[in-house]
C-alpha cells in the first residue's frame, strides 16, 4: 500500500494536476455548464504550474518539494 501513497510534495502535486485534468474532460465530455467547465480548467492550470515549479526547483539546485531524493531514503 506504501507505493499507491505519494511520498514527495512533486508527486502529491502531479496527482492533484492529474485529477483535476481528468475532472476538466469529463465536465466537457458531459456538457457541464460552461462556467464550471471553465472554472476546473483554471484549477487544473494552476496545478500544472505548482507541480512545474517543483520540478523546476530540481532543475535549478533547490530541493523544495523532494522530501525523498532518490537514492537517499
Sequence with gaps: MAGIVPESERERRYDKWYELTQLYYDAVRHGVEIKEVIATKELADEAWASY?????????GRFEGYEFPQGLQ
Excluded: K
Excluded at 52 to 60: F, K, P
Design 52 to 60: 512545474i515549479e517543483v520540478v523546476t526547483n530540481n532543475l535549478t
